[in-house]
């Protein structure tokens, strides 16, 4: 009779990648159907978020509210699914925004003279010296709330992170053959730049940004916390934990979904964004 023997290692292996496939699916299905709560709420809940019920104030979550309603009567499912579209849409515009000036400050110093490579470094260190949140913090007090000054603050604090790994490949790939070529064909140094560095200095920026997009939805969550998002009473998932504070003694409910919600987002992210960087890095070795 034929033994058949069981490799350990290749067994974990499979289980790692399955586990890994599964977590994936789950994390881009929330993703799919969050992205679709910011365009269509209206396909989630019918109710008004901003419609307060003083006679089902702090209702526990049941048939008619399953996420409960807070302590002005407001159906808290309503506020989660509308808060999405400030939410989200702060973290992915403040990592847009982020990208487009880490990039372009990247790009200079790596092209640029000593002096300006030197001088947009020192800018990098400076800025990224403080965490994300309070470097933003710093700004927003000095340029007020407003989620247009979110979005400025969150973008400037994280460009560092963009323009540090933009300007390290813009050195190197500006000392390659085909740009040493380029310089040969008597090609324009923006010609050459346009053309030749930057689509090559890009390469980890999307994996870069994807997971920037979760540190920015902590970080918009986290102003709006402290006052500095979107005016009350618009729904944001940061201003609802705020709110939340007073009544958590006696209503989990007001501040647990919020929580989850940008909990589950931050994962979701992080997960997609882990997926895409070990592609990459597995195309980079190939």
Do not use: C
């Not at 993703?31 to 003083?54: C, K, Q, Y």
């Not at 403040?94 to 490579?117: F, K, P, Q, Y």
């Amino acid at each position: 009779m034929a033994t058949t023997f069981v490799f350990p290692g290749r067994s974990l292996s499979s289980g790692l990648t399955r586990f890994r496939s599964i977590g994936l699916f789950v994390a881009a299905t929330f993703l799919v159907l969050l992205m679709a709560a910011v365009v269509f709420p209206g396909l989630f809940t019918d109710r008004d978020p901003l419609a307060s019920d003083m006679a089902n104030a702090l209702a526990a979550p049941g048939l008619d509210h399953i996420f409960g309603t807070d302590h002005l009567g407001r159906d808290i499912w309503s506020r989660v699914i509308h808060g999405a579209r400030y939410s989200i849409l702060i973290g992915v515009a403040s990592t847009l925004l982020a990208v487009v000036i880490g990039v372009l400050l990247g790009l200079i110093a790596g092209v640029g003279h000593r002096w300006v490579n030197e001088a947009i470094s020192r800018v990098f260190d400076a800025v990224g010296a403080f965490p994300d949140l309070l470097f933003a913090l710093m700004l927003i007090t000095l340029i007020g709330p407003g989620t247009s000054n979110v979005i400025a603050a969150i973008a400037i604090a994280s460009a560092p992170r963009f323009g540090r790994v933009v300007r390290a490949e813009t050195l190197r790939v500006r000392e390659s053959d085909y740009v040493a070529q380029s310089r040969l064909a008597i090609a324009s140094a923006v010609t050459r730049t346009v053309r030749h560095v930057l689509p090559n200095a890009l390469g980890t920026v999307p994996v870069l940004a994807t997971l920037g997009v979760g540190t920015a939805i902590i970080g918009a969550a986290g102003l709006s916390f402290l006052g500095f998002g979107p005016t009350p009473p618009l729904p944001e998932w940061g201003s609802m934990l705020s709110d939340a504070r007073q009544d958590l003694r006696i209503a989990w409910w007001v501040g647990f979904f919020p929580g989850l919600f940008i909990t589950l987002s931050v994962i979701s992210v992080s997960i997609t964004g882990r997926h895409l960087q070990r592609r990459f890095e597995r195309r980079t070795v190939k």
